[in-house]
């Protein structure tokens, strides 16, 4: 047993190493398994793993992801999303801070859309950064605001994260999608809620359009904006999540309705095309591709790990850990926090996560109050300095004159303002459970 146990420290440490050096983050999980894996089983481990890859690949829940993908892609490449920015932020420019407010809601709209930080993110920056610098926003708040919305993907369904946490913790999607919705939206509301605070406290930070410009704005056109760039997209993410939670609808099968609908949306502002169908395809399978293909190597690393005992290790590091159950999700809470400087959310979803469940199966833990506070957990790792991937996304997208300090400073308040958030459900469960349970799942 002693020389499992050496093997599995092994392997850890051969896939931190193997990550230093620059190697991709999927090939070191593949590398370190296979060879941990032949050390403990020997060429046994060749017969094991056909039926992990082939249960990755066959599940039918999973086929959901490049649905959902495809949704939101056609979504942004079709400019929707960028339609209904522009028309949000006209309708609330008269506030301090309307804009913010405006990208706030977008986020939770694209989040709802899209489930992909990386894109929500990059789109927002492109659309509103260089606008919001020119009608006087303070950098560090702009950028702050964006990276904040783009993040809430994360966590407002259908979020790929949940996606792969069901089927990682063992409950449905439609369960998990109904429990983050309300911790979703209030999340936005938080943020909106500080930007309104701030747009009154220190209004030169974000000033409201001028008055002269407001009235250029024709109040007729821009309610039949409203209604033409903002109501469908609207009405999609509610057919897809009503469906899902519900009950009426498996996941797979609302995510294939979804893709319809955001085709017949692009269709419907004329911008359906070859070229548009291409990209979107394209887009999609990139995308799902990089997802299956870490999930795939992630199978080797997590059967050695299993099979040499290394939940052992776990259950034994855990009972060093005082406070018992409430202590443990705390220390997972901090641990998770820590690796999401440094990992990206499906590694630690399928790396980390799988080690340290039956810790929580043991004490009896609700998984989908625990799903909720790990989703929110990843999304605030998303935010937090220096290694917040949002924070990379929005400097590959800032115009010249926004810093890396502007964008740094930018998302602390928002970072505690999540950690808040992680707080409340932490020690109000309900907030997360009290839905599902309400529509009887």
Known sequence: MMGNEW??????????????????VAIALA??????????????????????LYGVVSNYTLLAIPLF???????????????????????????????????????????????????TVVTVGLLTLPTLMRRGYAPSVACGTICASGTLGQIIPPSLVLILLSDIMGESVGTLFAAALIPGLALAGIYAAYIILLGMAKPELMPAIPANE?????????????????????????????????????????????????????????????????ESMHGTLTITAMVFFILLCAQ????????????????????????????????????????????EWIEISYIALPMFLPVFMNYGTDMVWLAILIAMNLQMSFLTPPFGWALFFL???????????????????????????????????????????????
């Open 7 to 24: 093997i599995v420290l092994g392997m850890i440490a051969g896939f931190l190493g193997l990550m230093l050096i620059g190697i991709p």
């Open 31 to 52: 590398v370190s398994g296979f060879v941990a894996g032949y050390l403990g089983f020997g060429p046994m481990l060749f017969n094991l793993m056909p039926a992990r």
């Open 395 to 441: 400097k590959g997208v800032a115009p010249p004159g926004v810093t890396t300090r502007d964008i740094y400073v930018g998302v602390l308040p928002f970072v505690v303002l999540q950690a808040v958030a992680v707080a409340l459900i932490f020690f109000f469960p309900g907030i997360a459970t009290w839905l599902p349970k309400a529509i009887g799942w």
């Open 300 to 343: 080797p690393f997590a059967l050695s790990f299993r099979g040499l005992g290394g939940e052992d290790m776990v259950h034994a590091l855990f009972e060093w850990v005082p406070g018992g159950e409430l202590g443990a999700i705390l220390f997972l809470m901090l641990l998770l926090f820590v690796l999401g400087f440094f990992l």
């Open 214 to 278: 407001r009235a250029l704005i024709d109040r007729a056109e821009l309610r039949r904006k409203l209604l033409k760039d903002v109501l469908p997209p609207v009405l999609l993410v509610v057919a897809v999540l009503g469906s899902i939670v519900g009950g009426v609808a498996a996941p797979t099968e609302a995510a294939s309705m979804g893709a319809l609908g955001a085709i017949l949306i692009a269709a419907g502002f004329g911008r359906l095309n070859w070229r548009l169908m291409k």
């Open 69 to 119: 993908v495809f949704m939101g892609v056609m979504l942004e490449k079709s400019r929707v999303a960028e339609d209904m920015l522009d028309t949000i932020g006209k309708a609330m420019g008269g506030l301090k801070g309307g804009m913010g407010l405006a990208i706030v809601l977008v986020g939770v709209l694209m989040g709802a859309s899209t489930g992909i930080v990386g894109a």
